[in-house]
């Protein structure tokens, strides 16, 4: 996206390990997820069949979709195992004074 | 191995698409041929009897998009059936008279739906729904106001019977048990989805099956066992599946509810494998052999299969899992025991929102969950386990799953 910007979405403390969190920017639904006490940032939206990622099963930086069990690489969306092929698209993170930022 | 190889794969379901490209992806070089009787390539079954039949047909779901076929050079016959099998010559013949020689075989040829030799069965606008076709012939039917008679309380007829409600139809079920999805749940399951279902107005009738139905050309009525007419516009029957052996059977191969195979899909005859839904497998975490219908089972059994058809034997070894949503719910069930001590819930059986573990012991061998996707990841891997587990804290809310998990 070439117009994206900065956009605070959550404080950081929403976000505890393993437990992602959507979050909306504008009609984009983004997870966000802790791991080991840095936050990421994905589409939330699996890129094989319509479900949401913060539905599923998170274990130190991979999670595992709620449908099918396709995991993905939270930080960089890369595709793990079948059914998923296409990467999620992940976002930039900064944090601000405890205010979750995402470049989207 | 030699490029001149030849693997040929009979059924393009979802199992015969997963084989292909796992093949590909385990290196092999060689011809590949994928024979299925549908006119599509391969594709996933659950969204026929959801989203597509909710009017969202983008959630038709390929295996994988047409241009992977032919840059991974996979010959694909479709509309093509398979007529024989000749396991000691090799080869197999498709309807068009062709004969094709192989090395090695995959038989991933699904189920076919149970037909219900009923009078009348043979009208118009009623339906079985296993094929996208089925279920694009279904859609068409749905709308507003429409009359809709759904023969079988199971997975696939409460899915039928919940999109048709949210398309506005008046919809009936007709089962014959005395609960919903009796085969596949436990009783508190199955009265969590008869609510579920009178909440949004479906009309359960259990213990009741339909013994004919009436119309000129086209169905008007369904009659109940009890002699009731339901006036109908559509009647969607869904009473199972059968696996679809005939060509094993008619090749000698061991059949006995479905295709018997190892754990890594090989059948009785040399060079010959068989995945998915037709399959009667063995499953090591068991020790005993069983034939799913499952999403799960079609797709990793055949990737099984494929890897050790090209020489990374790996056996299909996975913990029995599948679900279903109808309305805003969503079912999931996994580990299919025998047999159980007792049942631990947490949650609110009466909310819709609870899992329920079945218990052998200080172990959880089976596990079924309403809105509960979460929790029912960690019950999948508990089954899988050997952790002694306690009935109270399984039950107690406070403590969390991931905890039991550790």
Not at chain 2, 60 to 71: G, L, N, S
Request: aromatic share 6%; charged share 25%; glycine share 10%.
């Amino acid at each position: 996206m070439t117009d994206a910007t900065w956009h605070s979405v959550a404080a950081k403390d929403d976000v505890a390990p393993d437990e992602p969190i959507k979050v909306e920017v504008g009609d984009t639904e983004i997870a966000l997820y802790n791991v080991d006490g840095e936050i990421f940032a994905t589409s939330n939206i699996c890129t094989h069949a319509f479900a949401s990622m913060v539905h599923g099963f998170q274990e130190g930086e991979e999670i595992e979709c709620p449908l099918h069990d396709g995991r993905f690489n939270i930080k960089t969306g890369e595709a793990l195992c079948p059914p998923v092929t296409e990467p999620l698209q992940t976002f930039e993170v900064k944090v601000e004074d405890g205010k979750v930022l995402v470049k989207a | 191995m030699p490029v001149s190889e030849t693997y040929v794969v009979v059924g393009a379901g979802h199992a015969g698409g997963r084989a292909v490209e796992a093949m590909r992806n385990a290196g092999f070089t060689g011809k590949i041929i994928l024979i299925g009787d549908e006119p599509h390539l391969p594709y996933e079954r659950p969204p026929l009897s959801k989203e597509l039949l909710q009017g969202k047909p983008e959630a038709h779901t390929p295996v994988r998009d047409d241009a992977f076929y032919a840059e991974n050079d996979i010959d694909c016959r479709l509309g093509r059936r398979a007529t024989a099998l000749d396991p000691a010559r090799k080869t197999v013949t498709l309807d068009d008279g062709s004969h094709i020689a192989f090395d090695k075989l995959l038989l991933t040829t699904g189920g076919a739906v149970r037909r219900l030799p009923v009078p009348g069965a043979d009208l118009a606008n009623i339906h079985y729904l296993r094929t996208l076709d089925d279920s694009r012939a279904i859609d068409a039917g749905l709308a507003d106001g429409k009359r809709i008679v759904v023969v079988g309380g199971g997975f696939i007829g409460l899915e039928v019977a919940a999109s048709a409600r949210q398309r506005g139809c008046a919809v009936t079920v007709l089962e014959m048990a005395d609960r919903l999805m009796g085969r596949a749940v436990l009783s508190e399951i199955s009265e969590a989805f008869r609510r579920l279902h009178a909440e949004h107005g479906v009309d359960i009738r259990l213990n009741t099956g339909v013994a004919s139905f009436d119309g000129d050309g086209s169905v008007t009525h369904a009659v109940t066992g009890d002699d009731e007419k339901l006036p109908t516009d559509m009647a969607v029957i869904g009473v199972g599946i059968v696996p679809e052996t005939a060509l094993a059977v008619d090749a000698g191969l061991t059949v006995e509810n479905g295709i018997v195979v190892d754990e890594f899909g090989r059948t009785s005859a040399p060079d010959i494998y068989a995945a998915g839904d037709v399959t009667n497998h063995l499953n090591p975490l068991y020790s005993r052999r069983i034939r799913l219908e499952s999403w799960q089972n079609a797709q990793n059994q055949a990737i099984a299969a494929a890897k050790t058809m090209c020489g990374e034997a790996q056996a299909y070894s996975e913990v029995p899992w599948m679900w279903s949503d109808q309305f805003d719910a969503n079912l999931q069930v996994a580990g299919l025991p025998e047999i159980w001590d007792r049942v631990v819930f947490r949650g609110d059986t009466g909310a819709a929102d609870f899992i329920g573990f079945q218990m052998a012991g200080d172990r959880v061998v089976g596990a079924m969950s309403v809105n509960r996707p979460r929790d029912m990841r960690i019950a999948r891997r508990l089954i899988g386990g050997d952790k002694p587990l306690d009935d109270a804290a399984l039950a107690d809310e406070a403590v969390s799953m991931r905890d039991l998990m550790r």
